[in-house]
């Protein structure tokens, strides 16, 4: 059975580490990265990959709304 609040926190761990920075190509493209080692040490089950997903898209719109102001 999966250790969900071992994943949990990697997943707040990554977005932490991400969310502050601007959002550049360089940043999007590590993020992907990172994620999908974190989902691949999980298991990469349907859970994990749907909030690693989540989280992604959360920091891509929060990079977006940066932008904006």
């Known amino acids: 059975m999966m250790n969900y609040f071992k994943f949990f926190t990697e997943v707040w761990r990554f977005f932490?580490?991400?969310?502050?920075r601007p959002g550049k190509e360089q940043d999007y493209t590590e993020?992907?990265?990172e994620c999908s080692q974190l989902a691949k040490s999980f298991g990469n089950g349907d859970f994990v990959d749907r909030v690693c997903m989540a989280v992604l898209?959360?920091?891509e719109r929060c990079w977006k709304?940066?932008?904006e102001e």
């Open 57 to 59: 898209e959360e920091l």
């Open 65 to 67: 709304g940066r932008e």
């Open 31 to 33: 993020s992907v990265q």
């Open 16 to 20: 932490k580490k991400y969310y502050n």
